[in-house]
């Protein structure tokens, strides 16, 4: 299972870690091609940064490049998403997920398989 944490609530401008922990028998999916999405409000759920498994390859949409950052730590089972300069319109749940291989669009939440409950984010 996934599980996120490091959520909370920051004023405009700060900064979040968020973890995303790999647990039980799918801990391995940790190595795999991770993503971070992000969920407004009465919004759809988008995906906003990737990790691929090789090479730790990362990709970001361009709301988010230059301010949050993806990792992982296979040793610790964990993947992070540093997030700096939050925004308002940046508050919502952010949830992690995995899938074997990237596809071609990475972003796509469908196409992930394996979700952590997620974490509130709260920007004001």
């Known amino acids: 299972q996934l599980v996120e944490s490091g959520g909370g609530s920051v004023g405009a401008g700060g900064s979040l870690t968020l973890s995303c922990s790999a647990s039980?028998?799918?801990?391995?999916?940790?190595?795999?091609?991770l993503g971070w999405f992000h969920q407004p409000p009465g919004k759809e759920r988008e995906g906003i940064a990737v990790?691929?498994?090789?090479?730790?390859?990362?990709r970001y949409i361009e709301s988010v490049k230059s301010r949050f950052t993806i990792s992982r730590d296979e040793g610790k089972k964990t993947a992070y998403l540093q997030m700096n300069s939050l925004k308002v319109e940046d508050a919502g749940m952010y949830f992690c997920?995995?899938?074997?291989?990237?596809?071609?669009?990475?972003?796509?939440?469908?196409?992930?398989?394996?979700w952590g409950q997620g974490t509130q984010v709260t920007v004001s």
């Open positions: 997920a995995t899938r074997r291989y990237c596809t071609l669009d990475p972003f796509l939440p469908g196409s992930f398989d394996l």
């Open positions: 990790i691929y498994p090789i090479a730790n390859y990362t």
């Open positions: 039980g028998s799918t801990d391995s999916n940790i190595n795999h091609c």
